[in-house]
Structures are given as structure tokens and as C-alpha cells.
């Protein structure tokens, strides 16, 4: 089924650790994103990516990076993680403009 | 920078009312599109109605339609005939011509029967 697959689902994290969120999509799309969201503050677009090769910050992007080196991979990585990147993170991805967004399940990273 | 405002956290209707959902943005594009989504709380987000800002008419699927007012900067949700299962967040988003999507900090709206 295409789609978002998200890796992993959940995941508790010591902070100062380094961690990567994979993100793949098999959609073909040129869009993809990565936003966080936590409860009161909706959703907040962390990065994005309009097509491979490129990427762009969002509204926080501070503390991740992420890399755009094929159209269907879009991982996003916490160089030092720390408590307050405690979020649930979706991918989505998009063929921009008009079309919606689809998104992945989402990961619940907890960082201690 | 462009930004989203749902001023409304929580709303409330008993079945088969209307509702309306409020949301404006700020922008100093002229070309953009917007989006409703909707987030059961099985998390998933769903489309459920866009709006491409050079459009006129307002957008409208089933149930769901949009008043958008473009001088204002307004783009609200009217959910008619509410059922149950209308039961969500709800979150508006504003689309760049760079693709970039911004979200609001959502509604809670509770159908109640």
C-alpha cells in the first residue's frame, strides 16, 4: 500500500543522545515535511523539503536537521537531544500546491 | 513570516446544529492555498476541504464548506448537520508558493448527542 512509513513508532531517548527519525515515501511526491506537535501548540513545521536536493527551516527548526538526499527519503535528525524536543513528530509528504498532505502515523519520542 | 490563528480552542454543538470554525492567516503572498484537516483521536490527519486563494467561490464537500474572504485574510470552516463522528481537532493550514505549509494550533470541537 503506498504510503509514509515512519521508524521508529515510539522511542525513549536519554538526552544528549543522537537520534534519527527515518521518513520514507513511495508516492513519488516532491514535498516532504516534518512537524511536531504537541498539545495546545498544534502542529509546527520543523523543516521541509520542496524537492530533493533541498531543504528549508521551518517555524523551530533549532536543535534537528535533516537531508534530502533522494526524493523518497526525508530523515530528520536531533544532533543532542533534550526534554523538550518530548513531542509526537509526523512526516508528510505532498505533490504541492492544491494536493493535500499525506502523513505518517507519527513517532512519540520521549527524551529524559 | 506568515502565521495562522484558530481563535477558538474549544468548541461545543449537539447533533445536527451548524458550526463554524474560525481561522485567519497573515500573508503578503497573493497566490497560496488553504487547507482544513481533521484529527480523530485515532491521530491520523485527514483532508477535508482546500481552497486555492486566486478562486472566488468558496469550496464545499458535502457537509463541509468554506467562507473565504481574501481581503480579510479569513478562512472559516461551516460544518452543517453535525454528526458524531465530526468529533476532532480541527486544523487549518496555509500553503506558500514554496510548498512551505503552516498549521494553526487547532479546535477542539466536541459533537454532542
Known amino acids: 500500500i503506498a504510503g509514509i512509513t515512519q521508524a521508529p513508532t515510539s522511542q525513549i531517548l536519554a538526552a544528549g543522545r543522537r537520534m534519527t527519525l527515518r521518513c520514507t515515501q513511495d508516492?513519488?511526491?516532491?514535498?516532504m515535511y516534518w512537524y511536531r506537535q504537541d498539545l495546545g501548540l498544534g502542529l509546527r513545521l520543523i523543516h521541509y523539503s520542496n524537492t530533493a536536493g533541498t531543504t528549508g527551516k521551518g517555524e523551530v527548526p533549532d536543535g534537528y536537521s535533516v537531508s534530502r538526499a533522494n526524493t523518497d527519503d526525508f530523515p530528520l535528525t536531533l544532533a543532542s537531544a533534550v526534554p523538550s524536543q518530548t513531542s509526537v513528530y509526523f512526516c508528510a509528504s505532498s505533490e504541492g500546491g492544491i494536493s493535500p498532505l499525506h502523513f505518517g502515523n507519527g513517532t512519540r519520542l520521549t527524551v529524559t | 513570516a506568515q502565521t495562522v490563528t484558530q481563535s477558538q480552542p474549544e468548541m461545543s454543538v449537539q447533533e445536527a446544529e451548524t458550526v463554524t470554525l474560525s481561522c485567519t492567516y497573515d500573508?503578503?503572498?497573493?497566490?497560496?492555498?488553504l487547507f482544513w484537516y481533521k484529527q480523530p483521536p485515532s491521530r491520523q490527519m485527514i483532508l477535508v476541504i482546500r481552497?486555492?486563494?486566486?478562486?472566488?467561490q468558496n469550496a464545499t464537500e458535502n457537509r463541509f464548506s468554506v467562507n473565504f474572504q481574501k481581503a480579510a485574510k479569513s478562512f472559516s470552516l461551516k460544518i452543517s448537520d453535525s454528526q458524531l463522528g465530526d468529533t476532532a481537532m480541527y486544523f487549518c493550514?496555509?500553503?506558500?508558493?514554496?510548498?512551505?505549509?503552516?498549521f494553526g494550533k487547532g479546535t477542539r470541537l466536541h459533537i454532542l448527542p
Open positions: 481552497q486555492e486563494a486566486y478562486k472566488q
Open positions: 493550514a496555509f500553503e506558500r508558493r514554496d510548498d512551505k505549509i503552516i
Open positions: 500573508t503578503s503572498e497573493s497566490n497560496y492555498y
Open positions: 508516492m513519488r511526491h516532491n514535498a
